[in-house]
């Protein structure tokens, strides 16, 4: 499996932007899709997950009610619609992907990653 993220960019305190993740290879693997943050001299934290069957969702208290995690089945494409964005959103954003059904929070139970994509938000 091999992801692709794209649509970081610069974006001003309380604005909007719209992740992107590309699957492609043995996407058939896949049961749950993620997004995972890294800031600046800080551990990679979990962010948001979604179930690539079911669509049902799992996020973490920072971004619950400001961040929508969705997918496109047809695409193998996850995305992350951010609004509301804060300073502290200031990240580089990693999608990864796993086999198993679990929202797992824990990056170590993640088998696929993306490259990261950078967000930074201006205050």
């Known amino acids: 499996v091999q992801l692709q993220a794209s649509g970081g960019g610069l974006v001003q305190a309380g604005g909007s932007l719209r992740l992107s993740c590309a699957a492609s290879g043995r996407t058939f693997s896949i049961d749950i899709m993620g997004w995972f943050r890294q800031a600046p001299g800080k551990e990679r934290e979990f962010v948001a997950t979604i179930s690539w069957s079911s669509g049902s969702t799992y996020y973490s208290d920072s971004v619950k009610g400001r961040f929508t995690i969705s997918r496109d089945n047809a695409k193998n494409t996850v995305y992350l619609q951010m609004n509301s964005l804060k300073p502290e959103d200031t990240a580089v954003y990693y999608c990864?992907?796993?086999?198993?059904?679990?929202?797992?929070?824990?990056?170590?139970?993640?088998?696929?990653w993306g490259q990261g994509t950078l967000v930074t938000v201006s205050s």
């Open positions: 990864a992907a796993r086999s198993g059904w679990f929202h797992s929070v824990s990056e170590g139970e993640y088998g696929y």
